[in-house]
């Protein structure tokens, strides 16, 4: 495989919510699919000027050392770029592991789950409308 063929996107889906970005693991990153999201979240979080990113984490069991290694990484990354990072929905079972290994992700914000991390930084949902209308975000 050339330098060309390589996946130029990690796969992973982020999402602009006016200057938030928000991304979610889905899966267990190997080594290039995590070297790739740090490079793409890193250039949108600067092109975007991004003043907050979202990482949730809630789908994943099991988080590895190295996965713990870019989590740190970005959010001293997103620091240095302006943008608070924080990381959402960790299950227990994977803090109770990453503290028992001795990995505090320092540095690192955590919020119990995706809408508490928009709340942190700054966005809440209305209440539903009266006559049925979906609710939406404010700033």
């Not at 990690?10 to 190997?30: M, Y």
């Not at 929905?89 to 990995?103: H, K, Q």
Request: glycine share 10%.
């Amino acid at each position: 495989m050339t330098p060309d063929e390589l996946p130029k996107s990690a796969g992973v889906p982020i999402i602009r919510l006016g200057d938030i970005l928000l991304t979610g693991l889905l899966d267990d990153l190997d080594d290039k699919t995590a070297l790739l999201f740090t490079e793409e979240l890193t250039e949108r979080i600067a092109t975007e000027r991004a003043r907050g990113v979202v990482i949730d984490i809630s789908r994943l069991e099991i988080i590895d050392s190295f996965v713990a290694r870019v989590l740190t990484e970005l959010a001293g990354t997103g620091r240095l770029l302006g943008a608070e990072i924080i990381v959402a929905g960790m299950r227990p079972a994977v803090a109770i592991t990453l503290c028992g290994l001795g990995l505090g992700l320092t540095g690192v914000q955590t919020a119990l789950n995706a809408e508490q991390a928009m709340a942190r930084l700054g966005w809440r949902q209305t209440a539903v409308h009266a006559r049925g209308r979906r609710p939406h975000a404010l700033r």
